[in-house]
């Protein structure tokens, strides 16, 4: 197997290492976490009542060590386009820095809220502090995604329009248009499934 497809490989692992951090997060003992539940402290209580501390700390801890698992392949990619297109290459390179700098942040910053929470007891106080720091740190999370659109319009364009040696139908094995088809199911950990296929996909193409 060459370089280029460990690299794929890894970073497919490191996806769905990441994705199962964020099941640990999202799926918890008594149901599934919503949003909608920081609003009414009964319902959040109840849905985390049971939760291990542990599951929190793990996605954390894991989570950024798939992240940078995740890195290289993403990195491969921008600077394999670069050899290619500078424009598509460059605007890759600048979306990998967005979901890496402030992807680990926003990972980080979902797990320490559910950890506070279980830790001081599921009361209204705390519930009303974590909400205020999802809240002021949630541009973390914008900005990642905002790094995966980028990254996933650039590589479509140029795959779709022929300048890589790529199949134009190669276009489909793209982490941004796979987040899109899974989003609506609301399944945990969309995005790294997303990222996963892709990686699966381009591992036969280089």
């Known amino acids: 197997m060459t370089a280029t497809k460990w690299i794929f490989l890894t970073a497919l692992v490191g996806h769905l290492l990441c994705g199962v951090c964020d099941c640990w997060l999202t799926y918890l003992p008594n149901g599934r976490f919503k949003f909608d539940y920081m609003?009414?402290?009964?319902k959040l209580s109840e849905v985390f009542e049971g939760m291990p501390l542990r599951n929190a700390i793990l996605s954390?801890?894991?989570?950024?060590?798939?992240?940078?698992?995740?890195?290289?392949?993403y990195l491969a990619m921008a600077l394999w386009m670069r050899s290619i297109s500078a424009i598509h290459g460059n605007l890759m390179l600048l979306a990998v820095g967005l979901i890496f700098t402030f992807g680990i942040a926003h990972h980080i910053l979902c797990g320490v809220p559910e950890w506070l929470y279980v830790r001081l007891g599921r009361t209204e106080e705390t519930r009303q502090v974590i909400t205020e720091l999802f809240k002021k740190t949630s541009v973390t999370m914008f900005v990642c995604y905002a790094g995966f659109l980028l990254f996933g319009i650039a590589l479509f364009a140029a795959v779709v329009s022929g300048l890589t040696?790529?199949?134009?139908?190669?276009?489909?094995f793209n982490t941004t248009l796979f987040m899109f088809v899974l989003m609506p199911s609301r399944i945990g950990g969309s995005g790294n499934w997303a990222?996963?296929?892709m990686f699966l996909?381009?591992?036969?193409?280089m």
């Open 39 to 42: 609003k009414d402290n009964r």
């Open 60 to 73: 954390m801890l894991l989570g950024c060590l798939a992240m940078c698992m995740m890195f290289f392949g």
């Open 165 to 172: 040696p790529l199949p134009r139908w190669a276009c489909v």
């Open 195 to 197: 990222g996963a296929i």
């Open 201 to 205: 996909g381009l591992m036969f193409f």
